[in-house]
């Protein structure tokens, strides 16, 4: 929708125009009737009458138009100064010829006055105020002369004074109103600025928000990902792990020893059915009923189960303990749990058959350090430069309950196959600084 037509301004308009006609029915017909009962005649008198209309015609585009409509009316409010005095039956009822600026009409410059004083932008309004107090003092000027209004000095100074201040009055005050008016729509105007900037800004502010949720809401999501697929990693890879081992030991006995087939088969269906609570028990974090059942999380009390496991796969293992086991958190529990887990998992497949292993754990004050190892060097060299999923989880592990993996690769001493070494902290300590990662 264009401007000039929208309600507004249509009211706008509405209201020049009844202030137009109300102006037009009380002051032009009564000026018109002056004009045309005085003595003034030929093309005084039509220059007189064409004057008063044009000047109430102004009125009209006072709002739209106010610098040109205060122009035209000064140089109307002009004509009729330089006009001839009216005399004749006007003059007759007045007791004197006057000068035309005393016409009912003129009182229409007033509120052009006040229309270009809110309306227009500066300087518009401070020369406006200067033509006016030219025209005041044309004004003052053209009725100096009290004529036979006054038949004594002291009344002619009394008339000289009222006419000054009267002038002076009106065009300060039209013009001071306009500056009011124009003032407080500049104030209303900062407010409603003020109170679109705000909402503005409130509405940057809830949707960065709720973009800064969404993006909350990814990383948790990734993040339960990325701990989703280290559980499944750990779980099936060892689970499979030794099921593979089994199978491949079996298929070297069966022949020769067929009474351990059962052995070996039942390993390989307790090792299914063991991975196969776990996997539902993983999944059910991701079903929407939040009173899924929920197995407890593995922890080091668990370790002897793993470490049967892989003995069972055909891989001997050691495990010791030194040191005064201290208070780890629930999460603290589940890393190293996996830890171990996965590192005998690569051990299972990766070392050659026969091959032994070593698990130490060293519990201090300030932690617990672990430390895989075997004898399965050549087996395990070619993929020491290769980290995968497991070697991944470890560290993404470790590093929520602020430990580091401190080495997952062959031994360089040559004494055993491969190491794989991380450190845990108390929760009350910080991981030490001091213990570097051995090359």
Known sequence: MRADRTPLHRMGVLADLALAVVLAAVLLTASVQVVGASDVTGPWRTLLIAGLVVLHVTVLGRSRWPAATFAVGSATMLLLALAPDLGGASAAEAGSPFSALLLPSGLVFFVLLYSVSSSAAPPQPQLALA?????????????????????????????????????AAGLLAAWALGRYRATRLAWVAALEERAVRAERERRATVEQARRDLEHAAERAGAAERRRIAREMHDVVAHSLAVVVGQAEGGRMIVATQPARAADVLSTIAEQGRLALTEMRSLLGVLREDDDANRAPQPGLDELERVVDDVKRAGTSVELTATGEPLGLSPTAHVAAFRVVQESLTNVVKHAPPGSRAKVSLDWSQRGLRIRVEDDGASAQTSNADEPGRGLLGMRERLALVGGRLERAAPDPSGHVGFVVQAWIPTPQDHPPHDEGTRS
């Open 131 to 167: 033509v006016g107090l030219v025209g005041g003092g044309i004004t003052v000027a053209r009725l100096w002369d009290a004529g036979e209004y006054v038949s004594t000095p002291g009344e002619g100074a009394a008339w000289r004074l009222f006419v000054t201040a009267a002038v």
